[in-house]
């Protein structure tokens, strides 16, 4: 199974590129927004990859990121959508704006995308809502390895001190200061302001001292999700 390729770029289609790997060339299928970031002929790229196989059929499919291609493998997986609708959707809102939509529920933004009517939108939400922090916490993660996450004042999400004791607060486990961490940072990717991001993730942790990266970012889209 071909997972990553790097080589340079020969030559783009409308929605392929082929790339030269040590003399060797791939066509690699991608979606308008992909397409539209690659560099120029000779130029170097690296795309994630995922292989559809079928009886008379092999494709590779390319990402810019990760996160691109696990919700693109989460996406296939939902009865009605496949390869093309599953880039449609990328295309049109990119794998941060899918994770918020599909973690609010808001299957309009999913109906956006080419091709996807609402009853199908409306399934990608149901089937995937659940899964949406746990993707969300990846891309935090991977953001986090590559020195990509933002700055944070820790002092902002920690719980205070117990009043009734006189002492200092005991020090919260390394697992659970990694997890508001990745939450916070998941959350500022989707465009809500530092503030509120902090705000939400502090109120979720403070019910929680144990909860998990996706279970932050879950309780947090809650607090954020309009009221009415």
Known sequence: MIGKL???VDYRGSDHVLIDVR???YI???NDRTLASLPGPGEPVTL???MLVR???LQLFGFTSLLEKEWHRLLVSVQGIGAKASMAILGTL???????AIALGDWAAIKAAPGVGPKIAQRVVNELKDKAPNVMAMGAALGEVLGTVPEFDDAVIESPAPAATGGTAPPRPRRQSSATAE???ALQNLGYAPSEAASAVAEASGSDSEATTAALIRA???LLAPKG
């Open 28 to 30: 690699v299928h991608v």
């Open 94 to 100: 990119g794998p941060d704006a899918t994770s918020r």
């Open 55 to 57: 009886e008379d059929l």
């Open 23 to 25: 003399g060797v060339g």
């Open 6 to 8: 790097t080589g340079r």
């Open 48 to 50: 994630y990859t995922e």
């Open 183 to 185: 939450a916070l940072s």
């Open 220 to 222: 947090a889209l809650k």
